[in-house]
T-cell receptor, first 117, second 114 residues
């Protein structure tokens, strides 16, 4: 079973509107981290936002916020006021504990976001 | 401060050839990892290292070897390239491998195996 599930292969949004990218995760580890990365067409991986499993409040970074629902094991990314430059692939990732003691990241398959003018 | 560097940027190999993808970081990070990215598959972990002299397998290790003789370098070796290894390869690092640590990614190496 996948540890990170992104059910939306592609999303379209009008410029200046908000968009939510879905991510659900599966872990039995009480201590884990959730991350979102952006990959524009140029190919680099850009870190956007982080949410810790013990954090009580949803993380925010500028126009990005993470809607963390721990009981549902979901960590959706919300982009407010979309811009043309937001067109990219978005990956949800989780870092959970391993038998060796380090925390191994696992990535979802990604969601392609296209912002229309 | 260069961050994470990868060489080469692009490589074409023939089936059966060997090569080494280079990865280096100048942030004194203990944790380093290699991923491959294929269309529709996200990033899949090949191998990772939690410090010099310590490596372990990830999700898709077959056909790849790694070693970590220094903190800075984490090369990925393809012993006998196969067309199935055509992919984009990313190296990443983080300070110590904790759950709250974001990873710093290199620019990627695009590999084509004919």
């Amino acid at each position: 079973a996948q540890k990170i599930t992104q059910t939306q292969p592609g999303m379209f949004v009008q410029e200046k509107e908000a968009v939510t990218l879905d991510c659900t995760y599966d872990t039995s580890d009480p201590s884990y981290g959730l991350f979102w990365y952006k990959q524009p067409s140029s190919g680099e991986m850009i870190f956007l936002i982080y949410q810790g499993s013990y954090d009580q409040q949803n993380a925010t970074e500028g126009r990005y916020s993470l809607n963390f629902q721990k009981a549902r094991k979901s960590a959706n990314l919300v982009i407010s006021a979309s811009q043309l430059g937001d067109s990219a692939m978005y990956f949800c990732a989780m870092r959970e504990g391993s038998s060796g003691g380090s925390y191994i990241p696992t990535f979802g398959r990604g969601t392609s976001l296209i912002v229309h003018p | 401060n260069a961050g994470v560097t990868q060489t080469p940027k692009f490589q074409v190999l023939k089936t059966g050839q060997s090569m080494t993808l280079q990865c280096a970081q100048d942030m004194n990070h203990e944790y380093m990892s290699w991923y491959r990215q294929d269309p529709g598959m996200g990033l899949r972990l090949i191998h990772y290292s939690v410090g010099a002299g310590i490596t372990d397998q990830g999700e898709v290790p077959n056909g790849y070897n790694v070693s970590r003789s220094t903190t800075e370098d984490f090369p990925l070796r393809l012993l006998s390239a196969a067309p199935s290894q055509t992919s984009v390869y990313f190296c990443a690092s983080s300070p110590s491998g904790g759950p709250q640590e974001t990873q710093y990614f290199g620019p990627g190496t695009r590999l084509l195996v004919l």
